[in-house]
């Protein structure tokens, strides 16, 4: 399938990490130019960049502090620069202090950082979209929203609340061809879940048996259901909330 993504600007927060890289790749497979958007490892998202690069994609760094404004504009204006204006936006990027018992500030911050930043990534790439009449917002949430764990408030709640202003940017702005949904996959097994405190083989396998496809989710598992969300292909799917959990909620 074409999904249509040939030479349309893609913008992926997060991409330093194990999931937003595979969805960089992901739409660079299908020809789009990507911005790889990092915070916390420069040197993954450029070794990313060089990965999509020497098979023949095409993909620039750019850096984004979400609890900054003026970085964010920055970044922006310099994918629009380089690339051109940004038609595709997957908000990926996450802050989740998971070992640091939760006070008032790693709580303000992490709502700062997931929700109101991530809303205003979307709002400075969104004037781009409406003089297109085009464009793609695909947020990641998480099964977690639906599942919170006892330890952390602030990270599903953050997701939550990404959720529900998703669906209200689908209701505003599809009049102007931009199409807005949630990807909420579940646990997924990433470089970063296998460095949480009592996961393990027996972890994987557990979960894996509870689930009815009898696998837990893989980044590639989220990438392909993010690059359909985020293309051309997809011409009427919007406001919607999709599980990549392999129907693990059947069994809850």
């Not at 500030?105 to 969104?126: H, K, P, R, Y």
């Not at 202003?165 to 009049?175: N, P, Y």
């Not at 970063?192 to 496809?213: H, N």
Request: proline share 4%; hydrophobic share 45%; with cysteine.
């Amino acid at each position: 399938m074409n999904l249509g993504l040939n030479g349309r600007v893609a913008l992926v927060t997060g991409a330093s990490g194990d999931i937003g890289g595979a969805i960089a790749t992901a739409l660079a497979q299908e020809g789009a130019l990507v911005a790889a958007a990092w915070h916390g490892s420069e040197e993954r998202v450029h070794g990313l960049v060089d990965s999509i690069s020497g098979t023949g994609g095409a993909a620039i760094a750019v850096r984004i502090d979400q609890r900054d404004q003026e970085s964010i504009q920055t970044a922006v204006r310099q994918v629009e620069r380089e690339l051109g204006d940004i038609a595709v936006l997957i908000a990926n990027a996450v802050s989740w202090p998971i070992r640091t018992p939760e006070t008032w500030e790693t709580l303000t911050d992490s709502l700062t950082t997931n929700v109101t930043g991530t809303l205003s990534v979307i709002d400075a790439a969104l004037p781009g979209m409406r003089a297109a009449g085009w464009g793609r917002v695909v947020v990641i949430s998480s099964d977690v929203v639906s599942q919170p764990m006892p330890a952390a408030a602030a990270y599903p709640a953050a997701k939550g609340a990404l959720e529900t202003a998703a669906r209200v940017l689908a209701s505003r702005e599809a009049q102007y061809g931009i199409l807005t949904n949630v990807v909420r996959p579940g646990f997924t097994l990433t470089e970063r879940a296998l460095t949480y405190p009592g996961f393990g083989q027996e972890v994987i396998d557990a979960e894996a048996a509870k689930t009815p496809t009898r696998r837990i989710c893989t980044p590639q598992d989220v990438a392909s259901t993010v690059a359909y969300l985020g293309s051309a292909a997809n011409g009427h799917v919007n406001g919607e909330v999709l599980s990549v959990a392999g129907g693990r909620h059947l069994t809850r």
